[in-house]
């Protein structure tokens, strides 16, 4: 880009030269570009003409010109970012911004949240660090989640607020040969977002692909076989009947991408860049269900945020802001929401280091103490668990007689920063009865194997709830590795029979109510206790509408809209 080539000149000769004139000839100039000096009279008449330097040359060969820098670089580029991002030029303000990360904070203040550019209602969100692949099968943090889930789409969609599964790619669906049959019936003139159009036997192909990945194959387990017996028809026979399938093929793992081109799919937006420093999203032209308000959404990765300040930053909660850059005194909080998902101890029984006594007896010192009422995190971010979903009250751990607990324990713990507070605060309780908490720290968001987890007596790391909470968390036994390295080997097997068992009612209250009673049996005997939620907030001025949380704690991009700018309204009329 000739500008970005232009500017980085300019700020070259402005490092060496300063702001105040200069008595400089030509031959000096040329020296300091690398040119000859032809071309370094070119370039000083050319930013001469765009007002970034006077020069006053003086009559004579060798003769010394005046030479005045009349703009800081850091001005000029946040001048030409601002002219970039107006005209929509969000290539050419990606290059820009890249001359001076340490600065792209700065210069996109005034450009962030809503804003209209280029005629296209335009979101522009900051985040605190580089985002992971946008692999529905791979990654692991909460942003991505709810990134993928715009860009790819199922056989059947969760949609923010309703627990059950909508259509999505398949507009309806049937179940037969009690429950051992499933079949899905796809949308005509389906398209993948490089405009080619969808066919059953794409589908059928990325299907198969998922059924052998370690990461969706614990959804898929019971499927004996996919095929397509109409073009427009997906079928699934199962082995047993499986009553959640409609839900699981709506999850994460189950998203379906371009066979040959796993970064295209067929959600409400489309990846249009992927870099470093911006990953921006655009509209779904031929997307088959309602198409969002917004047009294009940016995600500009500013590392440079204050990530001392845990809670002001972009990681737990997520507060976000939205609105053009006038409106923005005026924001206020328009959305609040507990999130359904938490921060969790697991005890880890295979180990045998801790008996199930002595875990109960763990977390009973946990309850009693108050610790996680009196952790060093504000209020308004967490909020001490009673309850693993609405209605699954968390027992009261109550330890008849005198267990000591064993006389070192080992405590393996991941991603949010917040779990540190809580490492810190165990240790010390348990310091005080006689136990050394020994911690260990895994950079990873997700646990990587039964060899892992099996260094830790006990587990501590968060758990999202998706749309549908039952379900997630039946799928969360399932999927997790987690559970293959705490549960005994019969205790594995129990689980699994357990669930292959409440797959099989068709009744969705009794499924909900048997998953309920297991769960309040891992609870009881300490194997897993919700620690605390987390507050999610989403402020916006008064006049942006469609703000919706998530589950996740993000908004739905799906349903937020930007009125247009009136820079002189006129009086309004009557109805």
Excluded at 100 to 110: A, E, N
């Amino acid at each position: 880009m000739r500008l970005v080539h232009r500017l980085s000149q300019y700020q070259r000769l402005h490092q060496r030269l300063g702001s105040a004139p200069v008595a400089i000839t030509i031959g000096e100039l040329a020296a300091m570009f690398y040119c000859s000096e032809r071309h370094a009279r070119t370039l000083v008449q050319q930013l001469q003409e765009q007002g970034w330097l006077s020069w006053q040359s003086q009559p004579g060969r060798g003769k010394r010109a005046r030479l005045h820098c009349l703009k800081t670089p850091d001005e000029l580029r946040a001048q030409l970012l601002q002219q970039l991002l107006l005209q929509g030029n969000h290539q050419g303000a990606l290059e820009m911004a890249q001359l001076d990360p340490q600065r792209l904070q700065g210069l996109l203040s005034p450009h962030l949240g809503g804003q209209w550019q280029a005629g296209s209602p335009t979101l522009r969100i900051p985040y605190y660090r580089t985002l992971e692949n946008l692999d529905p099968l791979t990654l692991t943090g909460r942003a991505e989640q709810h990134l993928v889930s715009t860009l790819h789409a199922g056989l059947t969609r969760l949609t923010t607020g309703n627990p059950e599964p909508q259509p999505d790619l398949a507009h309806h669906w049937q179940i037969g040969n009690n429950g051992r049959r499933w079949q899905f019936f796809l949308r005509s003139r389906l398209r993948w977002h490089n405009g080619d159009p969808i066919t059953g036997q794409q589908l059928l192909q990325t299907l198969e692909q998922l059924r052998q990945h370690p990461r969706s194959q614990p959804s898929l387990a019971n499927v004996a076989s996919v095929s397509l017996p109409h073009p427009l028809c997906i079928q699934f026979d199962l082995q047993l009947p499986d009553y959640w399938l409609a839900h699981r093929l709506a999850e994460l793992p189950c998203l379906l991408t371009h066979p040959e081109l796993p970064a295209i799919g067929a959600g409400p937006f489309k990846l249009a860049l992927n870099e470093p420093h911006l990953v921006r999203l655009e509209q779904h032209a031929f997307y088959h269900l309602q198409h969002p308000y917004l047009e294009n959404i940016e995600y500009w990765i500013t590392p440079d945020l204050p990530l001392n300040d845990a809670y002001t930053s972009c990681q737990h909660p997520v507060r976000i802001t939205i609105g053009q850059q006038e409106d923005l005194a005026q924001a206020r909080p328009v959305q609040r929401s507990m999130s359904l998902g938490w921060c969790y101890l697991a005890v880890n029984l295979k180990h045998g280091v801790l008996n199930q006594a002595q875990g109960q007896k763990l977390l009973m010192l946990i309850q009693q103490s108050g610790l996680l009422g009196n952790l060093p995190i504000p209020n308004s971010v967490i909020t001490p668990s009673s309850e693993m979903l609405p209605g699954w009250r968390i027992p009261q751990q109550r330890v008849a007689g005198d267990i000591a607990l064993p006389a070192k324990l080992t405590l393996l713990y991941r991603p949010p920063v917040e779990l540190e507070s809580v490492t810190v605060a165990l240790q010390q309780l348990l310091a005080q009865h006689g136990c050394e908490l020994e911690l260990r720290y895994s950079p990873g968001k997700r646990w990587q194997s039964a060899e892992q987890i099996a260094q830790a007596d006990l587990l501590l790391a968060d758990n999202l709830i998706g749309e549908a909470p039952e379900a997630t968390l039946e799928s969360w036994l399932r999927q997790d590795t987690l559970w293959r390295g705490i549960l005994t080997d019969s205790a594995w097997r129990r689980q699994q029979e357990t669930l292959q068992r409440i797959q099989q009612l068709q009744p969705q209250q009794p499924r909900f109510e048997q998953l309920k009673n297991y769960y309040l049996q891992l609870m009881r005997a300490a194997i897993i206790t919700p620690l605390f939620h987390y507050q999610y907030q989403i402020s916006a001025p008064p006049r942006i509408h469609g703000v919706t949380l998530t589950a996740h704690g993000w908004f739905d991009f799906c349903q937020a809209w930007l009125p247009p700018p009136v820079d002189n309204p006129g009086p309004s009329q009557p109805d």
